[in-house]
């Protein structure tokens, strides 16, 4: 991969908040950390969204189907079966990546609004099966708990947390930046003239649909075991899916940086506004702030901050 | 370049129904290599679907599509790009988010993940498409948006040279055009040829420009073929005429 000046400052950019952060446990209180680690998780689910569809425009309502089949994989095998969390959470990786096929197969006739439904269907039928089919093993309506940590602590869970996020965000920005990132936008923009530039775009989005798979495979499964349990009311719950749209758009779509600060914000703003509104009030204030930045900022938090370092380059100058 | 010995594109008998419409009814032609024809004929006649059908955008009803010797009917839009043949279209298509310089360089990413990823872009070899088809250097960073119909046409044009095409389908080319634009667009398409040998196919309602770039001409008109030879002969053609004009 070639990498210009431009990716080598940006690349600083991330070091430095990959330092930050990794020195804000040593400032802030485990109740902070705790709220962090949330976020990474949303950041995680986030980015999975913005890399299918922030880039190639196929609007999926149904991430929570392949979280939830990461989730419920590593659950089964760990909790019913005894495997160990190395090999199952590998294994809800791969799991997730073929369900991430199975979620591409309509993309292959449909797009727009009618591939956003049928995605939505996905969740809405892993929701059914889950508390219907072998209940004994799902958990039915209750799900499971009790599942195993993979480490104890917030400390240790916001570090093992950041540390997914961070990685999996610096693979997926190196990979928008190159010429696939590009022949990505291409295909949101207009599909047909992708392919009459000699693209295969099968190909391309069946990329795109494995890659966001497994981004939101390994999200997922780290995610069950962090919180211990899982349920598929709290697992495809329609509130879960636009938490993690509005983290993507608010952020910024398509930019990969933008939907993990949308996750921060929104995971902040939630927690913050908690002691104040208890209740799910605090969703309708929520959705009245992202509504607001959303109309008046439709780049998201990105380009405000974006265009915020370029005035100030600018005013050095 | 490869040289065939038969025609460089052949349809055979080509049918496309929509429906009750029976919008192409057993066109047959040949395309030698090097050889400009240009499809004529009045609003509806079937021009755009016989291009259609030729980039596999629409599967043909029934009928052949040949290209250099080998049956590509059943072979997909992208594997024809890279057999040879590319096409504009009758309203411009650009990645209009991009700029010049970036639709320039779909055209020429390879169509293989492995190099999208690992292979950086050319910015100068695109720069280099982009000037060969007039572009300054300033309107290689401009947005589609800020271009004139003329320089949508040509970006169209750059996009397809950059996957180098043997055979280039041009679709209502000169259409929305002033006569200066159709003028430098004229001589982009025969530069082009000049240099690079290419095969043209030319729609066009713009019979005056046509008239001077074209070998060969077909007219089109209720999906059939109505008249094949030299651009005078077929507009003195009485059929042509009544197709046109009424009877």
């Not at chain 1, 073929?98 to 269907?121: C, D, E, H, Q, S």
């Not at chain 1, 965000?169 to 923009?189: D, E, F, K, Q």
Request: proline share 4%.
């Amino acid at each position: 991969m070639a990498i210009d000046r431009e990716t080598l400052r940006y690349l600083g950019w991330w070091l430095a908040f990959g330092v930050l952060m990794c020195l804000l446990p040593f400032v802030v209180g485990t109740g902070t950390l705790r709220i962090l680690i949330f976020a990474h998780f949303l950041a995680m689910f986030a980015m999975s969204w913005d890399f299918l569809s922030g880039r190639t425009g196929y609007i999926s309502f149904g991430h929570p189907f392949l979280i939830g089949i990461a989730g419920y994989t590593t659950a089964i095998l760990s909790f019913r079966f005894d495997v160990p969390i190395y090999y199952s959470i590998p294994a809800a990786i791969v799991a997730t990546m073929v369900g991430g096929t199975l979620f591409f197969l309509p993309a292959l006739r449909i797009r727009g609004t009618y591939f956003a439904l049928v995605t939505l269907a996905f969740m809405e039928i892993l929701y059914q099966l889950t508390k219907v089919v072998a209940p004994k093993i799902t958990g039915g309506t209750r799900g499971m708990s009790g599942l195993e940590s993979i480490v104890t602590g917030a400390v240790n869970n916001y570090y093992l947390s950041f540390g997914i996020m961070f990685v999996t965000g610096v693979v997926l920005w190196l990979l928008i930046r190159t010429r696939l990132g590009i022949a990505l936008s291409a295909i949101r923009m207009n599909e047909e003239a992708v392919r009459s530039t000699g693209h295969n775009t099968t190909k391309l989005k069946l990329f795109a649909f494995t890659v966001s798979a497994a981004v939101s495979g390994i999200g997922g499964a780290f995610y069950v075991h962090y919180i211990g349990s899982i349920a598929p009311r709290g697992m495809f719950e329609i509130n879960f899916l636009f938490t993690i749209l509005v983290a993507a758009l608010l952020g910024g779509a398509e930019t990969i940086i933008g939907p993990i600060m949308g996750a921060y914000f929104l995971t902040v703003l939630l927690e913050y506004l908690r002691p104040v509104m208890p209740g799910m009030e605090r969703y309708l204030l929520y959705g009245a702030i992202a509504l607001v930045l959303y109309v008046v900022r439709p780049e998201g938090i990105y380009s405000i901050i974006a265009d915020a370092g370029r005035k100030v380059q600018e005013w050095r100058r | 370049m490869t040289a065939t010995a038969g025609p460089l594109l052949e349809v055979r008998d080509l049918h496309m129904t929509f429906g009750g419409i029976r919008a192409v009814q057993g066109i047959s032609f040949q395309v030698a290599e090097g050889e400009t024809l240009g499809l004529i004929g009045p609003n509806g006649a079937g021009k755009t679907t016989v291009f259609n059908m030729i980039m596999a955008e629409l599967r043909p009803t029934s009928g052949e599509i040949w290209f250099r010797g080998e049956n590509i009917t059943r072979v997909p839009t992208y594997e024809r790009v890279k057999r040879g043949i590319a096409r504009t279209y009758q309203v411009p298509q650009p990645f209009g988010e991009m700029s010049v310089g970036a639709n320039i360089r779909v055209g020429m990413a390879p169509d293989d993940i492995w190099k999208l990823v690992s292979e950086g872009a050319d910015h100068a070899a695109e720069a280099d498409i982009g000037r060969s088809v007039g572009f300054s250097d300033e309107q290689i960073d401009m947005l589609p948006s800020e271009l004139a119909m003329g320089d949508l046409r040509r970006l169209e044009m750059a996009r397809n040279v950059a996957v180098s095409p043997t055979l280039l389908l041009l679709d209502e080319v000169f259409a929305g055009l002033t006569l200066r634009e159709i003028g430098q667009i004229s001589e982009l398409l025969v530069e082009k040829k000049r240099k690079d040998g290419l095969t043209y196919i030319i729609v066009s309602h713009d019979l005056r420009a046509l008239a001077p770039l074209v070998d060969r001409v077909i007219v089109m008109s209720f999906g059939e073929i109505i008249a094949e030879g030299t651009f005078d002969d077929v507009v003195r053609d009485e059929a042509v005429r009544d197709a046109y004009l009424g009877q």
